[in-house]
């Protein structure tokens, strides 16, 4: 079956690094999302990686280990705003995004 | 209007009732998907459409029926559903299927809740 795991919540405090991880295991692979969800309101996209590496967006990372089905999302100096659910999402052979349940990440002052 | 847009943001209807779901995208996008978002589980992908035919229907109930009359638009249209159904729709659209880089454009979702 396809799977991908992630941890339901993570606290953090502001200012600080945090590091979500995501493990998957699906029917092919053709990339490795992750979106941001804000309580109330759409996912949105924040990276994307389809070769083994690390791609950084300004405070945010995202690093893929595809022989490892392994990836994870950095978020640098963290502020309060970041607080949110972040979703990590596999697209399979198909062309299908298989999603994970979400982290909710807490920040604290 | 810019982005995805969802009519209505919150519906609450009868077991017995007969309502409809409504997506637009701005984006000039080619597929558009439904999802369902339950607390704490992850996102299940309803239905694919990619240029207007249906790719996908991942064994969703018959009380769930879409329609996409055109590439900018998406229906979901529901009838006899069940308590089980309440949570969040969501409606998303990207540049078109097996593209690369895929990314999904999502919608602010509808908040059903079947009573």
């Known amino acids: 079956g396809q799977n991908i795991d992630q941890p339901t919540e993570m606290t953090a405090t502001e200012g600080a690094i945090v590091q979500i991880n995501c493990t998957y295991q699906t029917s092919g692979f053709n990339g490795l999302f992750w979106y941001q969800q804000h309580a109330g309101e759409a996912p949105t996209f924040l990276s994307y990686?389809?070769l083994d590496g690390l791609e950084e967006k300004g405070r945010f990372s995202s690093f893929l280990s595809r022989s490892k089905g392994y990836s994870y999302l950095l978020l640098k100096e963290l502020q309060m705003k970041d607080s949110a659910s972040y979703l990590c999402?596999?697209?399979?052979?198909?062309?299908?995004?298989?999603w994970g349940a979400g982290t909710k990440l807490i920040i604290k002052p | 209007e810019t982005g995805v847009t969802q009519t209505p943001r919150h519906l609450v209807m009868g077991m017995t009732n007969k309502k409809s779901l409504k997506c637009e995208q701005h984006?000039?996008?080619?597929?558009m998907y439904w999802y369902k978002q339950s607390a704490k589980k992850p996102l299940e992908l309803m239905f694919v459409y990619n240029f207007k035919e249906q790719t996908e229907n991942n064994s969703v109930p018959s009380r769930f029926s879409p329609e996409c009359p055109n590439s900018s638009h998406l229906f979901l249209h529901l009838h006899t559903l069940q308590p089980e159904d309440s949570a969040l729709y969501l409606c998303?659209?990207?540049?078109?299927?097996?593209?690369?880089?895929?990314?999904?454009?999502f919608g602010p979702g509808t908040r059903l809740t079947v009573l």
């Open positions: 999402a596999v697209e399979d052979s198909n062309y299908q995004l298989i």
């Open positions: 990686n389809v």
């Open positions: 998303a659209s990207s540049q078109d299927l097996a593209s690369g880089a895929n990314e999904q454009f």
């Open positions: 984006l000039g996008h080619n597929a």
